[in-house]
């Protein structure tokens, strides 16, 4: 047998308990380890914001084959993950008997090492504090239970047993805490900012800065509830692409894809000479080689096919970043100059003609700086699985749109007060080689590490994105028209053209940071951050399946959601028409629009804002979980007729949900709707 695989006894041998102990137990910890694993690599799916549908069904599939060839689990879980997640792995053990427990136990001392205090889950899912499995440890292996833990760890151990305490708290946290630290915007749109407003001025920009904040908080609410209702995405099924096909339809699905495909390729070169350029300031390395080494690691990661990031290291980030975002603004104050501040320029402002090219970076720029719509999309299953209401999700989304105000408020008011109009607007790099060209070198080194977490890791993640998405539209590896190498040589191929591209911008030095992403805000963010979730909301408050704690009453007000939607559309149109210069500029975004108009007719023809009742029959599967049935109608609980066959019996109830006692149990479910005026029905 091939190293690494396990000889499984089949059922009959584990029920008959023939097998002696040692060999059952080892039986039951691949099992528990590989349940393990299972749960580690669901906990990092949850941050892997471009993971497409058949990546993930590709991913089950693989754990599933593993399992029945009796491989070892890999990556193998640790004895901080087996003890962080004892109580979802305990029914496991929950029939065993004391000597099974007592041999279990000999099996993890012989395969890991801990202390008695680091394994409180382990102890309690095992039974170890309880005399009968000690007694049966005695009579098994003639010395103590207590054998089995180790004086101490080695110092790494004990690390690592730190780091799992940590992201354990950190994961433990109230989930609004939760949802405004994932949601948190900051990062590219950030470090363009001072240069997009530079032209404007830094108090017209803190006024503009205030507005776009208020629709972004609207829109982001939007998106989060429209999240909330359907279940695709509530249950961690889908990701935004389902959420749009459900309530939207294929043409809009279509037009979604292709926006995220476009935008992530334009982003990630944005996000390329970013990093580059803020790395050559702190260590005077050229930016070329940079980008080569970006590009390497990116590679890396490709070939492993994921991040390996969890919900608690993205909160580590968030907060070094938020941390980094108000120390860098601050080193600037001592440099603030009267004459910055008061310095501004808007059309048709004290007899000013009007300038278009003063506006060309404002719209796109701001839309990045405030662009949390991807992580709500992804990270809702996250939040929504500890608070079913989704308040917390809801008011997490619009509290960190606040915060984010708050802090590039602060970043335009030193930033633009202490380096002049001029400097700023006609630098190509970020905002932070301006500032420490101004300040000095510490604000590279801080600069280079915000970076590196920011637009670095989004690089990757963009990466890995543009790897699915190819890989989708490729052959099933079971077809056999591909070889592994060749999938993998043709998935990369767009990170590879990004690489090539900007490095030529590179070399010949005709690439700017703030108008690249400026470029990018204006012909995908609108749909994005704007149309999408005010088509989402106004569809899933007809056709949800669930309803959220927190509805807003201002997202069902049908002037704000179409005064909304023009207000993006027409941005695209404006600067396809107005504000652009360049004609290729101007032909693209308005294509873009003409097509968004087009999209958005069809998807209205096909009565995308009919009313739908939605009848639902959930297994929950978690600990504890419940078995219950669930009716909407118009997005709006809808009481009805119930009754439930039971083999035991009939039960029968007038209600909008209710708990179904024995799922397996049950022989026929019967539903007498109310008389309603939705067109679909969704069982």
């Keep these: 047998m091939p190293t690494g695989e396990a000889e499984l006894p089949s059922r009959e041998e584990l029920l008959s308990g023939a097998l002696p102990p040692g060999k059952r137990a080892s039986a039951l910890l691949f099992a528990i380890e590989s349940q393990t694993a299972h749960l580690v690599a669901q906990s990092q799916r949850a941050t892997a914001l471009y993971l497409t549908k058949k990546a993930l069904e590709e991913r089950e599939r693989a754990f599933l084959e593993a399992l029945s060839a009796g491989r070892e689990p890999y990556p193998p879980p640790t004895i901080q993950q087996l003890e ?14 004391a000597s099974l427990r007592a041999a279990l136990a000999n099996a993890l001392a012989h395969k890991y090492v801990f202390t008695q205090k680091d394994v409180p889950g382990i102890r309690a899912a095992l039974g170890l504090d309880e005399g009968a ?6 009579r098994l292996y003639r010395e103590p239970l207590s054998s089995i833990y180790a004086p101490q760890v080695a110092p790494g151990d004990r690390i690592r047993w730190a780091l799992s305490a940590l992201a354990a708290r950190l994961e433990g946290l109230p989930p609004f805490w939760v949802a405004f630290a994932l949601t948190l915007p900051v990062g590219p749109g950030l470090l363009a900012l001072p240069i997009a407003v530079a032209d404007v001025g830094p108090l017209p920009a803190v006024v503009l800065l205030i507005i776009f904040g208020l629709i972004n908080a609207l829109t982001a609410a939007a998106l989060a509830e429209s999240v909330a209702r359907c279940g695709v995405t509530r249950f961690g099924l889908g990701y935004l692409g389902q959420l749009v096909s459900e309530y939207l339809g ?83 104050t001592p440099y603030i100059e009267p004459a910055n501040l008061a310095h501004a320029k808007l059309p048709f402002a004290g007899g000013q003609p009007f300038d278009p090219s003063v506006l060309q970076l404002v719209f796109g720029v701001m839309l990045s700086n405030y662009f949390s719509h991807m992580l709500i999309a992804n990270y809702a299953r996250v939040i929504i699985r500890r608070d079913a209401s989704a308040r917390s999700w809801i008011w997490g989304s619009i509290a960190s749109i606040g915060l984010t105000t708050l802090i590039s408020c602060l970043w335009v008011l030193t930033f633009n007060g202490a380096i002049s109009p001029e400097t700023l607007a006609s630098s190509t790099g970020t905002a932070l080689t301006a500032l420490a060209a101004q300040t000095g070198p510490a604000v590279n080194w801080l600069g280079a590490i ?12 963009i990466s890995l994105g543009l790897l699915f998405l190819i890989e989708e539209r490729l052959p099933a590896p079971s077809e056999g028209r591909l070889g592994a190498r060749a999938r993998f040589l043709l998935s990369v191929s767009p990170v590879a053209a990004v690489f090539l591209v900007t490095e030529w911008l590179s070399i010949t030095d005709s690439g700017s940071f703030a108008g690249l992403l400026g470029f990018v805000g204006v012909i995908s963010l609108p749909l994005l951050a704007g149309i999408f979730p005010v088509l989402l909301v106004a569809a899933s408050r007809r056709k949800g399946g669930f309803v959220p704690g927190l509805v807003l009453r201002v997202l069902g007000n049908r002037a704000v959601l179409v005064g909304t939607y023009l207000l993006f559309l027409g941005s695209i149109f404006m600067h396809g028409l107005v504000i652009w210069d360049s004609p290729v500029r101007r032909a693209a975004t308005v294509v873009v629009g003409c097509i968004v108009l087009g999209v958005t007719g069809l998807t209205l023809r096909r009565r995308a804002l009919d009313t739908r009742i939605v009848v639902e029959l959930r297994e929950d599967l978690s600990l504890d979980g419940k078995s219950m049935f669930n009716i909407t109608a118009g997005g709006q609980p809808a009481k009805a007729k ?11 109830s007038e209600a909008a949900s209710g708990e179904v006692e024995d799922l397996h149990g049950l022989r026929q479910a019967t539903f007498h709707l109310p008389a309603t005026g939705a067109r679909e029905l969704k069982v």
């Design 84 to 97: 962080r997640y004892a109580p979802r792995w305990q029914p496991l053990v929950a029939e065993a008997g």
């Design 133 to 138: 499995v000690q007694q049966a440890y005695q």
């Design 642 to 652: 119930v009754w439930l066959n039971y083999e035991s019996g009939d039960q029968h």
């Design 450 to 461: 915000f970076v590196i977490l920011s637009l670095g890791m989004a690089c990757i993640h």
């Design 250 to 332: 294929g043409a809009a699905s279509l037009l979604l894809t292709s926006i995220v495909a476009v935008n992530n390729f334009l982003v990630l070169i944005v996000f390329y000479i970013g990093v580059a350029g803020t790395l050559e300031g702190a260590t005077r390395l050229p930016a070329e080689l940079w980008i080569a080494g970006l590009f390497a690691v990116g590679l890396y990661f490709l070939s492993r096919r994921s991040l390996s990031s969890t919900v608690a290291s993205s909160l580590v980030i968030a907060l070094i970043n938020v941390t980094l975002l108000i120390i860098l603004p601050l080193s600037a």
